[in-house]
């Protein structure tokens, strides 16, 4: 609200349109936090220029992830991804749609081969596997779109450990972070 004084000398607030507007994204990656990402950015007004996205996220579906990149990037407004606590799994990729990335000195990253449960019939288990490549192509090409790593090396360092763990420094060696978000007081 910007403050004015009227013809009497007393202060009224005029309000104004926020240039930025906040959406947090915490939990499990899922149909539902598709859904309100969704919601949320139909009724972002057109006032609006910039989406500020909270990511705290241990990960969640390939397929709900993916779905939410694309209605990021596609929102027509600049999205900037705040990393918080956890940036890890499919939580990454949503992380990655920044066009701007800041994350606390303290985030946690990580990165691994798409996780799969397969049970039933050996045909449908054999289609259900080709499924799963598509979506671990479309995860590990995210990545690579993304950063500066090459799938070459992304895949070195997915093959050299099970769940790769790593801090906002390496992000940064990746081209994951664009900056470091400094709390006001904290040293």
Request: proline share 1%; with cysteine; glycine share 8%.
């Amino acid at each position: 609200m910007k403050k004015k004084k009227n013809t009497d000398g007393d202060l009224v607030f005029k309000p104004y349109a926020l240039k930025t507007s906040s959406l947090f994204l915490t939990g499990d990656i899922d149909d539902k936090m598709t859904e309100k990402v969704g919601r949320f950015l139909s009724a972002v007004s057109d006032e609006i220029n910039t989406v500020d996205v909270y990511v705290d996220s241990f990960g969640g579906t390939t397929g709900s992830a993916r779905s939410i990149c694309y209605l990021l990037k596609s929102s027509g407004k600049k999205i900037r991804t705040i990393g918080l606590s956890n940036v890890i799994s499919a939580g990454i990729t949503i992380f990655l749609s920044g066009e701007e990335r800041i994350a606390t000195p303290e985030t946690h990253f990580m990165f691994h081969e798409i996780q799969i449960e397969l049970s039933g019939s050996m045909s449908r288990t054999k289609k259900d596997i080709e499924t799963y490549k598509r979506e671990e192509d479309w995860y590990l090409q995210w990545i690579v779109k993304n950063t500066s790593l090459t799938m070459k090396e992304l895949k070195k360092i997915l093959e050299s450990d099970e769940e790769y763990f790593f801090d906002i420094e390496e992000a940064r060696e990746y081209g994951m972070v664009d900056g470091v978000l400094q709390m006001k007081g904290v040293k």
